[in-house]
């Protein structure tokens, strides 16, 4: 006599198709999830180059006036908060990398962060030497990605990064920090670092009133400070 199995079959392929249902629908909700922060990081972005322009706009107007104290300081602290922008900005973009896993379209994002800071460290650059402004520059030089090709640079990478976190927020407007992604394959950023003859990861580029220093490796605060 045969004893049919039908009912168990049955709730066998009714668990498989109910597993297969609730993976397909969190893969979906994944990229739904995802899109709405790529729309994010490009809303924050749009809204970064308006800033800039005024910025760049702004300094390029004082540049006019000869040297009034009282334009080159507005024209610093327009410099300097928007730098504080695009920095925490860079931040929250470095949050949604590390939580995006099904597409990789926030690599184009990073390629126009990493340009937008570039500008504005040159901007920093000219404000700083005209109105004799009291602020260093820290350009945290760094190998994007790192984690997929060297995790021992990745791991330095990330103790560096925590270490420039906790100064920046000790410094405030004070410290000017621009971490800019060396192997993106941006020119004025390659020109950057032949300049200064950057060639070991991660880099920091030290500019104070007495001069620069390039130093490599892992840095703890007393020594940036």
């Known amino acids: 006599m045969v004893i049919e199995n039908k009912p168990q079959k049955d709730v066998f392929w009714k668990a498989l198709i109910f597993t297969a249902v609730i993976f397909l629908l969190g893969v979906f909700m994944g990229y739904v999830l995802e899109e709405k922060r790529l729309n994010d ?16 706009t702004q300094a390029a107007y004082y540049q006019t006036l000869g040297d009034d104290p009282a334009v080159c300081e507005r024209a610093v602290d327009e410099n300097l908060n928007f730098g504080d922008r695009i920095y925490y900005s860079g931040l929250r973009l470095e949050e949604y990398e590390e939580a995006n896993r099904l597409t990789d379209r926030l690599q184009f994002e990073k390629q126009k962060h990493n340009m937008l800071r570039t500008e504005f460290y040159i901007n920093s650059l ?15 030089f760094y190998m994007d990605n790192a984690g997929d090709f060297d995790l021992d640079l990745n791991a330095r990478q990330n103790v560096l990064s925590v270490v420039l976190e906790d100064l920046k927020e000790q410094k405030g407007p ?25 060639e070991e990861f991660p880099s920091l580029l030290l500019l104070s009133d007495s001069g620069y220093e390039v130093v490599s490796g892992v840095q703890g605060v007393g020594d940036i400070e």
């Open 174 to 198: 004070e410290l000017v920090l621009i971490p800019l992604a060396a192997n993106m394959d941006i020119s004025v950023v390659n020109i950057l670092l032949d300049t200064y003859g950057v």
């Open 41 to 56: 990081v490009q809303e924050e972005f749009e809204q970064l180059i308006i800033d800039w322009g005024d910025v760049r």
């Open 126 to 140: 000219v404000l700083r030497e005209k109105c004799d402004a009291q602020y260093d520059v820290v350009v945290y």
